[in-house]
C-alpha cells in the first residue's frame, strides 16, 4: 500500500521566518495535492502538481514536486499568523484512492 | 465553501446503533468519496462512487457501506457502531473517474462529526 510521510508532524514558527514541510511518498504517482485544515473545519484545496518538476505558488506558500525523489515540498514564506493550521498532502495512487500523510501542525507565533 | 454538502453536521449516538451519513455533490461532479478522520488513525479513504456504482475501497470496515444515488448523493451507513468509530467523517466529490482525467482534485463538505457513547 502506497505511504506517505510528512515532517514536521509539528511546527512553531515565528512570524516573518520561513520553512518548509516535507512530503515523501512510497510509489510512483504524478499527482499530489496540498490541502490546509483549520481546527474543526474541513480541507481546503491548495495546490495539485501534476508533473514532475511543477511548482504552484500562493502567495506565501509555494508548492513543488519531484516524482523521481517522490518528494514534495510546501514552502512557507516570511510567515504570518493567519497560516497557522495543519497541512496535508495527499498523493493520488491507483484507483483514485487518495493517500494522505499525517499532516503538519503549523503554529506561526506572532 | 466547496459546494459540498454533508448532513448531519453532529450526531451522538450510543454503541450498538445504527446511523446514516448523507453527501451531496457540487453540481456537475459525479465522483463521490468518503473519508474518516480520528485522531489516532488520521484520515483514512474509505470508498470511493461514481455515478452510481463503488470504483474504489479503502480501509472500510464491513459493519460500514455506501451507496450513490440517481441524483447522485451518498450515503455512508454505519452499523453496530463501537466507541472507536467516533470520528469526523467527510465527504469529497470530484469530476473525473480517473487520474487520466484531468487534475481529479478533490473538494470536502463540512463534515460530520460522530460521537458514540
Known amino acids: 500500500e502506497l505511504k506517505v510521510e510528512q515532517n514536521p508532524l509539528f511546527l512553531s514558527m515565528q512570524e516573518g521566518k520561513n520553512y518548509t514541510i516535507y512530503c515523501n511518498y512510497s510509489t510512483t504517482s504524478d499527482r499530489l495535492y496540498w490541502y490546509r485544515q483549520d481546527p474543526g473545519k474541513s480541507l481546503e484545496s491548495l495546490f495539485v502538481l501534476l508533473s514532475n518538476g511543477a511548482v504552484k505558488q500562493e502567495g506565501r506558500l509555494m508548492a513543488s514536486l519531484d516524482t523521481k525523489a517522490r518528494l514534495s515540498t510546501l514552502h512557507i514564506t516570511a510567515a504570518v499568523h493567519d497560516l497557522s493550521a495543519t497541512y496535508f498532502c495527499?498523493?493520488?495512487?491507483?484507483?483514485?484512492?487518495?493517500?494522505f500523510g499525517s499532516g503538519t501542525k503549523l503554529n506561526v507565533k506572532p | 465553501d466547496s459546494g459540498v454538502t454533508q448532513t448531519p453536521k453532529h450526531l451522538i449516538t450510543a454503541t450498538g446503533q445504527r446511523v446514516t451519513l448523507r453527501c451531496s455533490p457540487r453540481s456537475g461532479d459525479l465522483s463521490v468519496y468518503w473519508y474518516q478522520q480520528s485522531l489516532d488513525q488520521g484520515l483514512q479513504f474509505l470508498i470511493q462512487?461514481?455515478?452510481?456504482?463503488?470504483?474504489a475501497k479503502g480501509n472500510i470496515l464491513e459493519r460500514f457501506s455506501a451507496q450513490q444515488f440517481p441524483d447522485l448523493h451518498s450515503e455512508l451507513n454505519l452499523s453496530s457502531l463501537e466507541l472507536g468509530d467516533s470520528a469526523l467523517y467527510f465527504c469529497?466529490?470530484?469530476?473525473?473517474?480517473?487520474?487520466?482525467?484531468?487534475?481529479?482534485?478533490?473538494?470536502f463538505g463540512p463534515g460530520t462529526r460522530l460521537t458514540v457513547l
Open positions: 495527499a498523493v493520488d495512487g491507483n484507483f483514485n484512492k487518495f493517500y
Open positions: 462512487y461514481y455515478n452510481g456504482e463503488e470504483r
Open positions: 469529497a466529490s470530484s469530476v473525473a473517474l480517473t487520474s487520466n482525467e484531468g487534475q481529479n482534485e478533490q473538494f
